[in-house]
């Protein structure tokens, strides 16, 4: 029987930023795996280090030290390249503000990378149609994001996110500007993308009430990533 490996993990991971004299230590020493078909959350308040780790993840940022490997391969000695066949195959990314082009339908910001990645026109229609279902919008395809809510609009931003079918979703606080009934819809659509897809979620947020849907829950504070599942179970029960 065949092993199966991680989808991404880090090995000591440091990043280390020079204000004027002083040394501050975002990331210290963090090492995570993150399994296909997982939903991990990451908890942690405002400036603890949950965002330079996605980057880091994204091969947005480089850490100062440790490494990072995407599918058993070093992210650090990959060309420029091989980052960017990554970041449109293998990677969908979900931000706390939507990102939607405000003069494209819903239908066109989802089909846009598919676009960009060159795919045939039926394919596109085929893939664009799918991902809008998944999210539960296909029958808003038309409208423009000034025609939607913003639980719609994060919905659309999720399809757009998962068109190109990547295994792993990276979302950074993807409910902060959501009231709690959407943020826990799209936690809820999260869950139900990592069952039925078999996509794996790593997303940070600081709403420790959505915890209870994750697989694992981590804290990140100081730079520092702790294991913190018990917390999402204090909210199961």
Known sequence: MSRVLPLISTIDLWRTYQLGSEEINALRGVNMTVMPGQFIAVVGRSGSGKTTLLNILAGLDKPTSGQVLFENRDIAAMNEHDLTEIRRHKIGFVFQSFGLLPLLSAFENVELPLRIAGVRTREREERTRDALEIVGLWGRAKHRPYELSGGEQQRVAIARAVVNNPPLILADEPTGELDSTNARAIFGLFKE??????????????DSTLLAMADEVKEIRDGHLNDATDLGQRYRD
Do not use: E
């Open 193 to 206: 993308m990592v069952l039925k897809q078999g996509i794996s979620v790593l997303s940070a947020t600081h």
